[in-house]
């Protein structure tokens, strides 16, 4: 086992290589921020929720996100319902690729 800490394994992942083997070293996942944890995370390390922070202030406004209308319509849908319209969705979308 190869013992890195979180800066030392980010690096290995955003150089292409495989954290197979590595472990992280405790005094350094106690809190990760969360681009480091979504980075691992592609490695195949998963970091606890609790030990992820992030500042507001590193949030970036994205107007394709920020301004979705979440309606509670979808939700009250049985599963069969969700089913068929995802069904549905998916073969409309296959239409539209041809």
Known sequence: M??????EAVELVNRGETLEGV??????????NVRDAMVLSMG????????????????????DIDELLVTSGIV??????KAKRAKAYSEKADSNVD
Not at 23 to 32: A, N
């Open 23 to 32: 472990v992280l070293d405790k005094s350094t996942t106690r809190q990760v």
């Open 44 to 63: 195949g390390i998963v970091i606890p929720e609790e030990n992820i922070y992030y500042n507001d202030a590193d949030i970036v406004y994205d107007e």
């Open 76 to 81: 009250a849908l049985s599963w069969e319902e």
């Open 2 to 7: 190869n013992i890195l800490t979180v800066k």
